[in-house]
Nanobody, 115 residues
């Protein structure tokens, strides 16, 4: 069983920045894909960004150029740096870990972009 714990959410004004972090209870060194998803009220959960252990990354069109995903293999964490935040980015952000053994989710962290 993989445990994921997110942190870093909060309230920020439009144009501001936040950095989300997700700590995994297992090594993230190989054989997995980690990502961030979000779910706004009344909407389906959607992929924001993902990173695989082969070094590849993937971004949703709506965050390209604004968000950056990164891994810290020493700390077994994945981070999402979010810049130029917009009210439309308001959602609960979930960390995801997927490997041959299963698909795991964190509990989520709230991000609210409002003036």
């Amino acid at each position: 069983q993989v445990q994921l714990v997110e942190s870093g959410g909060g309230l920020v004004q439009p144009g501001g920045s936040l950095r989300l972090s997700c700590a995994a209870s297992v090594s993230i060194f190989s054989g997995n894909v980690m990502g961030w998803y979000r779910q706004a009220p009344g909407k389906q959960r959607e992929l924001v960004s993902s990173t695989a252990t082969d070094g590849s990354t993937n971004y949703a069109d709506f965050v390209k150029g604004r968000f950056t995903i990164s891994r810290d293999y020493a700390k077994n964490t994945v981070a999402l740096q979010m810049n130029s935040l917009e009210p439309e980015d308001t959602a609960v952000y979930y960390c995801n870990f997927r490997n041959f053994d299963g698909n795991y989710w964190g509990r989520g962290t709230q991000v609210t972009v409002s003036s």
